[in-house]
């Protein structure tokens, strides 16, 4: 069962460079949700999408792009990179609305910013 | 707005000892309350949730229960083992798209 799959695992990039994370599920999730983790702070939210063709912003969504052209895949992309943008990316899906749906994660990418 | 607060760590154990981590809420209406565990270089998986006011959660020997009148979920474990060495992140939902995460908790246990 592959669940939440990121890619890339790793990266480093120079600032003012550009990349896209990508996320995909099989679970046939109709939520999806990009999370940044840094040390002492917990999640993030970044944006998210309810659906194929809909994205949403969250908390710090600043510096930050996203897609949803297809229902399995969510796309996350840097446009400029800048040093306050290392951090460890989570992507997650849950199946529909409700507050009691659980989240289901991928096992992160970790990004380097000099 | 939502918040959670968890207790600061890093938390150290012997083998089989007690184990809590505190975890204390703020909300605007009724969420649902979860426990999430995070091992070394993996994303978060569910370890347990509750949705309403005295519910308890459980799941491989991990209980918390949902207190409304304290605001709190604590996470307890009787006996810890090596294998649960991670670290725990509290989190609140009241919608499907505001999942709001602790800081996290690191539990390491020695043998």
């Known amino acids: 069962n592959a669940g939440v799959t990121q890619t890339p695992k790793f990266r480093v990039l120079k600032t003012g460079q550009s990349m896209t994370l990508l996320c995909a599920q099989d679970?046939?999730?109709?939520?999806m949700y990009w999370y940044r983790q840094d040390p002492g702070m917990g999640l993030r939210l970044i944006h998210y999408?309810?659906?194929?063709?809909?994205?949403a912003k969250g908390e710090v969504p600043d510096g930050y792009n996203v897609s949803r052209l297809k229902k399995q895949n969510f796309l996350l992309g840097l446009e400029s990179a800048a040093p306050s943008q290392t951090s460890v990316y989570f992507c997650?899906?849950?199946?529909?609305?409700?507050?009691?749906?659980?989240?289901?994660f991928g096992d992160g990418t970790r990004l380097s910013i000099l | 707005g939502d918040s959670v607060t968890q207790m600061e760590g890093p938390v150290t154990l012997s083998e089989e000892a007690f184990l809590t981590i505190n975890c204390t809420y703020t909300?605007?209406?009724?969420?649902?309350l979860f426990w999430y565990v995070q091992y070394p270089g993996e994303g978060l998986q569910l370890l347990l949730k509750a949705t309403k006011a005295d519910d308890k959660g459980s799941n491989k020997g991990f209980e918390a229960t949902y207190r409304k009148e304290t605001t709190s979920f604590h996470l307890e474990k009787g006996s810890v083992q090596v294998s649960d060495s991670a670290v725990y992140f509290c989190?609140?939902?009241?919608?499907?798209?505001?999942?709001?995460f602790g800081a996290g908790t690191r539990l390491t246990v020695k043998p």
């Open positions: 909300a605007t209406g009724y969420p649902s």
């Open positions: 997650a899906s849950s199946y529909a609305g409700g507050r009691g749906q659980p989240q289901h």
């Open positions: 999408s309810v659906g194929e063709g809909t994205t």
């Open positions: 679970m046939n999730h109709e939520y």
């Open positions: 989190a609140l939902s009241e919608s499907n798209n505001d999942m709001r």
